[in-house]
């Protein structure tokens, strides 16, 4: 992880955006996530690059405006 770009709100709940760079693999929860992961608390976690940022569905609408200025689009 290089930086937390910004923090949020994401259909009511908390969302934090980081950049990422030269990693590979999948993403996995741990820690706190993993251990209140559940029917009724679910995370995700997903790889997004700048090019894919409109098809998220992100909430505030502002924050797809906002994390592309952060990368410089």
Known sequence: MERQLLAGEHN???ARYFL???VK????LSGPELEAHGPDNSFELMWAG??????LGLHPEHLRKDLALLLGM
């Open 12 to 14: 009511g709940r908390e």
């Open 20 to 22: 990422m760079t030269d």
């Open 25 to 28: 693999g999948t993403p996995r």
């Open 50 to 55: 700048p090019e894919g940022l409109h098809e």
